[in-house]
């Protein structure tokens, strides 16, 4: 992480472009994940030293927030909305069936490194609850056969939808 | 810019309008993108064409008209038809038949009527309506006409006895008098004062002010600018979650129209009146949405509440005065300033006026996003509205005000909604969820799963909260596995009393309310799972089941 490649460059223009104010930390490390996907260590530490504030406070604040990643996540992700609206409709069950089926467990990835199965507090679609997103489609109305289904023909097709 | 080119706009746009004999709204919000939105709006575009009637049919994309549940939603003007679950492949169909030969394909309109009989939209005014990337279609709904009257005719304080007089009161949960936040606000002396627009909806299940900045984004920011006028500030954020993508992009988009026009800026409809606006992004954490949390938040710290006072009125974003308004608070605004705090008034109850905006879910048939007039109840809500129970299951509860809201049960249906009935009953107005429970839920499972999210979103400052809840948690743990005893009862209900009194912040002070509320209305579960150790639902001692079935 942190090579001398583009996403460096263009970190670097959004740290540039908050002034390296300390306030827009922030919007930084949104920005950051968005490019590398997650947030590590050394990632942490650069944009720290950029804007001139102890490692900790930026490991402090990035493991805050759930909406920040600090491993990497597996090549296809499986992520459960837990809301209220999805619990309500027992998305539960459909969780279960998928550590179960594929050997993994919330906030965990396969040991192959192939699938993540990640939670998340309502992505806003409750009126179709129960909620699974599969990589970046999202499957309203889940149930447990359509999911393990769409999992399957995704780790078999190999690739990112998009 | 000038008020007079914004009314030339107006008409302008108005005349464009007119000159389409029908209008295709197709709700493009993220309840109906992730179902096929866009393709069945590519393809109203196409049928158009084909059939050679793309002069007198404008194809838009909208927000959320409300019927999320059998999206995607297509709406057809003149007459208001409301199309659902419209595929790409139907659409062919529905401009010849509806378009062309003038028949509206009638099975494939929507038929819960009912769903939006009982509802006022104020607030949702232009939702499904407009096309929430042009600001042209927002100034021919009247749009920023109401900021045109207050910087051409009305004083600050002008502005503020209007709110005031209106009833109003804060949408994201705790119901404080606006008028009243506001003149706390315009009366400090501090320079410069900033506003901050609360669009975190941290609850779990709730999509209403996400749903609203999709459909109509130039309302909050119209809120915003009058806001900003009464109280003296220049500067205002939204801050939004980063899991909201489409409503980001959408006010970004808005914002940077209203910059376009002048509407934001340095020199606001040449009134020399000064407002500039910025997004903040959240990252996911409940207890950023607390006034004092928030503040910590768009000044790139840990979300964290703090002790109050000072309150952000007088001490907010680094250290000036502060106004912080939920989102629907600042839509109604514009209705207000247009109709006047009398009008406002009049709408809802005496003590709480004006509408709210529920996101309806759980085990009805008509789920979706509601507008509803203060004092509706509860039956109104979940038979009328919702249309009864999915499947004619029995109901069991409906849960009001999210996570740390309350679990009502069937006796208290006719409760009117608004803060002071809902509190006196162990609930909360919260930022507005609703969720229908049947008998396949279990109200101990219900009130452990909130309990552990009030775990998990806890930020850990004060004791009561952090230590209390995670008291509160192994006792659900024990009872749920078999292990529990009937001391834990009234354990819970005293640890329950505790935290509500002790915590520094509303998020322990709210946290126990589903404990709370289930032991008082749904106690003999407890005791089932105790004495018995049996769950109705089914739901409970799973870990149990599956050591016998291992043992044998
Ligand atoms: C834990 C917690 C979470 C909150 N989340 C929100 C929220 O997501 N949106 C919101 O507008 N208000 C939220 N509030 C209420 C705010 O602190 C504040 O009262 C409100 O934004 C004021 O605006 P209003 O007067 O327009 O309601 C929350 C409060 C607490 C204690
Ligand atoms: S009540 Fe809970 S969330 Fe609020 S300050 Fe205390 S520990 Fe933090
Ligand atoms: S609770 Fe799952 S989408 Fe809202
Ligand atoms: S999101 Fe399309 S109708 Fe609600």
């Known amino acids: 992480?942190?090579?001398?490649?583009?996403?460096?460059?263009?970190?670097?223009?959004?740290?540039?472009?908050?002034?390296?104010?300390?306030?827009?930390?922030?919007?930084?490390?949104?920005?950051?994940?968005?490019?590398?996907?997650?947030?590590?260590?050394?990632?942490?530490?650069?944009?720290?030293?950029?804007?001139?504030?102890?490692p900790s406070h930026v490991v402090g604040v990035a493991t805050f927030y759930s909406f920040f990643k600090l491993k990497a996540p597996g090549e296809h992700v499986?992520?459960?909305?837990?809301?209220?609206?999805?619990?309500?409709?027992?998305?539960?069950e459909i969780m279960t069936a998928i550590e179960q089926e594929f050997h993994l467990k919330r906030g965990g990835s396969t040991s192959d490194g192939k699938l993540s199965l990640f939670t998340t507090r309502c992505i806003g679609a409750c009126a179709m609850a129960p909620n699974i997103i599969v990589d970046d489609e999202v499957i309203g109305k889940a149930t447990k056969e359509v999911v393990l289904e769409r999992v399957r023909l995704t780790l078999a097709g190999g690739g990112r939808r998009s | 810019m000038k008020l007079d080119d914004l009314q030339k706009i107006a008409e302008h746009e108005v005349d464009f309008q007119r000159a389409y004999k029908h209008r295709i709204n197709v709700c493009c919000s993220s309840g109906c993108v992730p179902f096929g939105a866009l393709k069945v709006l590519k393809a109203f575009q196409e049928a158009v064409r084909e059939f050679g009637v793309e002069k007198e049919c404008k194809v838009a994309r909208t927000g959320c008209v409300g019927t999320c549940s059998v999206g995607p939603a297509?709406?057809?003007?003149?007459?208001?038809?409301?199309?659902?679950?419209?595929?790409?492949?139907?659409?062919?169909?529905?401009?010849?038949?509806?378009i062309v030969l003038g028949l509206p394909v009638k099975d494939m309109l929507y038929h819960g009527e009912a769903f939006f009989k009982k509802q006022r939209r104020l607030v949702l005014r232009n939702a499904g309506k407009i096309d929430p990337s042009r600001i042209e279609d927002y100034i021919a709904m009247g749009g920023y006409s109401a900021i045109g009257k207050c910087l051409a005719t009305m004083t600050p304080q002008g502005v503020i006895y209007e709110v005031s007089r209106s009833g109003l009161r804060g949408r994201g949960g705790a119901g404080f008098p606006t008028g009243q936040k506001w003149s706390l606000v315009a009366r400090t002396h501090t320079t410069p004062k900033y506003i901050v627009a609360n669009l975190d909806e941290g609850d779990p299940g709730v999509f209403a002010n996400r749903t609203l900045a999709e459909a109509d984004p130039h309302a909050i920011i119209e809120g915003m600018l009058i806001a900003a006028y009464a109280v003296g500030a220049e500067k205002g954020y939204i801050y939004i979650r980063a899991e909201y993508p489409l409503a980001i992009q959408t006010l970004q988009k808005a914002i940077a129209q209203a910059k376009g026009m002048s509407l934001l800026g340095d020199n606001v409809l040449?009134?020399?009146?000064?407002?500039?606006?910025?997004?903040?992004?959240?990252?996911?954490?409940?207890?950023?949405?607390?006034?004092?949390?928030?503040?910590?938040?768009?000044?790139?710290?840990?979300?964290?509440p703090r002790p109050r006072p000072p309150y952000p009125a007088n001490s907010g974003l680094w250290g000036k005065p502060t106004l912080i308004q939920n989102v629907?608070?600042?839509?109604?605004?514009?209705?207000?300033?247009q109709n006047g705090g009398e009008w406002f008034s009049k709408v809802g109850t005496a003590k709480c006026s004006g509408t709210k905006c529920f996101s309806l879910t759980g085990q009805i048939n008509n789920p979706g996003l509601i507008e509803v007039p203060m004092g509706i109840t509860l039956r109104e809500v979940v038979y009328d509205i919702g249309g009864g129970m999915q499947?004619?299951?029995?109901?069991?509860?409906?849960l009001v005000g999210g996570p740390s809201g309350g679990c009502l049960p069937e006796a208290l249906l006719d409760l009117p909604i608004d803060y002071d009935s809902l509190t006196k009953v162990g609930a909360i107005m919260g930022s507005g969820g609703i969720v229908v429970i049947d008998d396949q839920s279990c109200m101990v499972d219900t009130a452990k799963f909130f309990t552990d999210f009030c775990v998990e979103e806890s930020c850990g400052k004060c004791v009561p909260c952090r230590a209390g809840l995670v008291k509160i948690k192994e006792t659900f743990e024990?009872?749920?596995?078999?292990?529990?005893?009937?001391?834990?009862?009234?354990?819970?209900?005293?640890?329950?009393?505790?935290?509500?009194?002790?915590?520094?912040?509303?998020?322990?002070?709210?946290?126990?309310?589903?404990?709370?509320?289930?032991?008082?209305?749904?106690?003999?579960?407890?005791?089932?799972?105790?004495?018995?150790?049996?769950?109705?639902?089914?739901?409970?001692f799973r870990n149990l089941k599956k050591e016998e079935d291992d043992a044998q």
């Open chain 2, 391 to 398: 499947d004619n299951r029995p109901f069991k509860a409906v």
């Open chain 2, 328 to 337: 629907e608070t600042l839509a109604n605004i514009p209705v207000i300033i």
């Open chain 2, 478 to 540: 024990n009872i749920t596995q078999g292990t529990g005893k009937l001391d834990d009862i009234a354990a819970l209900d005293k640890a329950g009393q505790y935290i509500k009194e002790a915590s520094l912040c509303g998020l322990g002070q709210t946290a126990p309310n589903p404990v709370l509320t289930t032991l008082r209305y749904f106690r003999d579960e407890y005791v089932e799972h105790i004495v018995e150790k049996k769950c109705r639902a089914g739901k409970c």
């Open chain 2, 74 to 98: 297509v709406i057809i003007d003149p007459g208001d038809y409301l199309y659902q679950s419209v595929t790409p492949e139907k659409v062919r169909e529905i401009v010849r038949d509806h």
């Open chain 1, 1 to 54: 992480m942190l090579k001398d490649d583009n996403r460096k460059m263009m970190l670097d223009k959004v740290i540039k472009k908050f002034d390296y104010e300390a306030s827009s930390l922030l919007e930084i490390l949104h920005k950051a994940q968005e490019f590398y996907g997650y947030l590590d260590k050394n990632l942490m530490t650069y944009i720290a030293n950029a804007l001139r504030l102890p």
């Open chain 1, 78 to 92: 499986v992520t459960g909305c837990l809301g209220t609206a999805c619990y309500v409709k027992a998305v539960d």
């Open chain 2, 270 to 304: 040449e009134t020399g009146f000064k407002f500039d606006l910025e997004l903040r992004f959240g990252a996911g954490a409940f207890v950023a949405g607390e006034e004092t949390a928030i503040l910590a938040s768009v000044e790139g710290r840990r979300a964290m």
